[in-house]
């Protein structure tokens, strides 16, 4: 699921960390993944719904980047289902905190 997320994400040209970004650019993407829930019927595993969040990190106005996550992430058949923006005082960085979800099939 790494190599899905990252690559849909690559052509914004934003570097793209799983769960801790180290490197040194003002402007970075990091995603990571919340709790899964599975769905069962007739006691076997039917489907998995994959959560993650994916949190923009930038100086400037994040608007332009989270409307590319959003159209990025759709064709790759997740499904966006919160969006919230701050500040970061201490780093002085906007964070925009998008969390989307996929229904999978269980194999």
Same mark, same amino acid.
């Given at each position: /699921?790494? $190599?899905?997320? +990252?690559?849909?994400?690559?052509? /914004?040209g934003?570097? !793209?960390?799983? *769960?801790?970004?180290?490197?040194?650019?003002p402007?970075?993407?990091?995603?990571? #993944?919340?709790?899964? !829930? $599975?769905?069962?019927?007739? $006691?076997?595993?039917?489907?998995?719904?994959? #959560?993650?969040?994916?949190? +923009?990190?930038?100086?400037?106005?994040?608007?332009?980047?989270?409307?590319?996550? @959003? =159209?990025l992430?759709?064709?790759?058949?997740?499904? @966006?289902?919160?969006?919230? =923006?701050?500040? *970061? *005082? $201490?780093?002085e960085?906007y964070? #925009? +905190?998008?969390?989307?979800?996929k229904?999978? *099939?269980?194999?």
């Amino acid at each position: /699921m790494n $190599d899905i997320i +990252i690559n849909a994400l690559q052509p /914004m040209g934003l570097p !793209v960390a799983f *769960e801790i970004y180290r490197g040194n650019e003002p402007e970075y993407i990091r995603f990571f #993944y919340l709790p899964q !829930v $599975d769905f069962y019927s007739n $006691d076997d595993e039917s489907y998995n719904v994959v #959560y993650i969040q994916v949190d +923009i990190f930038t100086p400037g106005n994040p608007k332009e980047y989270a409307k590319q996550v @959003k =159209q990025l992430l759709k064709e790759n058949n997740f499904n @966006k289902n919160f969006e919230h =923006q701050l500040f *970061e *005082e $201490d780093t002085e960085l906007y964070h #925009y +905190i998008l969390r989307f979800y996929k229904v999978e *099939e269980a194999i």
